[in-house]
Nanobody
Framework: QVQLVESGGGLVQSGGSLRLSCAAS????????MGWFRQGPGMEREFVAA????????EYTDSAKGRFTISGDNAKNTLYLEMNSLIPEDTAIYYC??????????????????WGQGTQVTVSS
């Protein structure tokens, strides 16, 4: 089992920045491919970003490219999502996700077996 605990959400003005963190435990951090999903009010859950086990390969949804950066610190067992130039459309609950499986999609939620409880991000206009 893997436990994921997010932190760092909050209220920020449009154009501002936030850094989300996700502390992982239960399995070796380096065995986890990890990522972030979000679900806005009245919206379906959507992929935001993912990172490889070696923390060298990343993938982003189009709306996150150039604004968000996913990274991981294997020594600290922590995943990050640096979010800049935030807009009201980024308002959502952000979930940290992880999988130990190989050969599964990076952008589909069903690929990830472990989900955190979520952290709220609200961007005011």
């Amino acid at each position: 089992q893997v436990q994921l605990v997010e932190s760092g959400g909050g209220l920020v003005q449009s154009g501002g920045s936030l850094r989300l963190s996700c502390a992982a435990s239960g399995q070796p951090f380096s065995t986890l491919r990890m990522g972030w999903f979000r679900q806005g009010p009245g919206m379906e859950r959507e992929f935001v970003a993912a990172i490889s086990r070696g923390r060298t390969v990343t993938e982003y949804t189009d709306s996150a490219k150039g604004r968000f950066t996913i990274s991981g610190d294997n020594a600290k067992n922590t995943l990050y999502l640096e979010m800049n130039s935030l807009i009201p459309e980024d308002t959502a609950i952000y979930y940290c996700v992880a999988t130990q499986r190989y050969g599964v999609s990076w952008i589909e939620g069903r690929s990830y077996d472990y989900w955190g409880q979520g952290t709220q991000v609200t961007v005011s206009s």
